[in-house]
């Protein structure tokens, strides 16, 4: 448990700067959702999920609600570490737990993802 928590917390100060720019953007993407999204978009949200003894594990899951703080989605990554989710899996969590958002779009282009490309920028 100690481990899990001390690897949290590098990774944490690691990405804390796009984990902020997602979060300052995060009231307007909720409203473009709130309002509908073109027919070819998706939202996705990056969250992260614990098992029981408080390992963790990033996932990109898709908005399927957004009411008040409270968002419903289906996991759409595939899981390595926290065993007790799956893809396709559908979750609720609070609006405090986003770490990131992207806006997807049928011709592959896409919003957001900031720390995505954050991460994908020290992997070059």
Do not use: C
């Not at 899951?61 to 419903?72: G, K, L, M, N, Y």
């Amino acid at each position: 448990m100690e481990q899990a928590i001390r690897v949290k917390k590098q990774l944490d100060a690691v990405i804390a700067a796009p984990i902020l720019r997602a979060h300052r953007s995060l009231p307007h993407t909720k409203q473009r959702y709130l309002l509908g999204l073109e027919s070819d978009e998706k939202l996705l949200l990056t969250a992260r999920i614990f098992d029981k003894s408080g390992v963790f594990e990033q996932v990109f899951a898709e908005v399927q609600d957004w009411s008040r703080d409270s968002i419903t989605a289906v996991i759409v990554s595939d899981l390595d570490t926290v065993r007790e989710y799956q893809e396709g899996q559908v979750i609720t969590f609070s609006e405090k737990h986003v770490l990131d958002w992207i806006i997807t779009r049928s011709d592959g282009s896409e919003e957001g993802n900031f720390v995505g490309k954050y991460i994908a920028s020290l992997q070059q």
